[in-house]
């Protein structure tokens, strides 16, 4: 069964810091180009990263840049999104996509963890 199963969303207080993680099943992840997304209450979804596949780039939001981190880890098919500096702004419904190179859109979805950023 194709699948992305995320983990490690929580409460957090503001300055905190979060892992999130990302495990494929069913498919190579290294093969695919990852996207982490995110939604707050109310508003749109904002992609807020990209990491190419088989070691390439790794596009980071504005919003992100220099407070959260991509990584992957080959052996156990699985990407994290390492938060630091964490604020309230950044409290949103997280999630990681797959697509493969080539193509535009994302084709396997994560069901999504919830990270609320609260004193």
């Known amino acids: 069964q194709v699948q992305l199963v995320e983990s490690g969303g929580g409460l957090v207080q503001p300055g905190g810091s979060l892992r999130l993680s990302c495990e494929a099943s069913?498919?190579?992840?290294?093969?695919?180009?990852i996207g982490w997304f995110r939604q707050a209450p109310g508003k749109e979804r904002e992609g807020i990263s990209c990491?190419?596949?088989?070691?390439?780039?790794?596009y980071y939001a504005d919003s992100i840049k220099g407070r959260f981190t991509v990584s992957r880890d080959n052996a156990k098919n699985t990407v994290y999104l390492e938060m630091n500096a964490l604020q309230p702004e950044d409290t949103a419904i997280y999630y990681c996509?797959?697509?493969?190179?080539?193509?535009?859109?994302?084709?396997?979805w994560g069901q999504g963890t919830q990270v609320t950023v609260s004193s």
């Open positions: 990491m190419k596949m088989r070691g390439g780039f790794t």
């Open positions: 069913g498919f190579n992840l290294d093969d695919y180009h």
């Open positions: 996509a797959a697509r493969p190179g080539g193509v535009d859109t994302y084709q396997f």
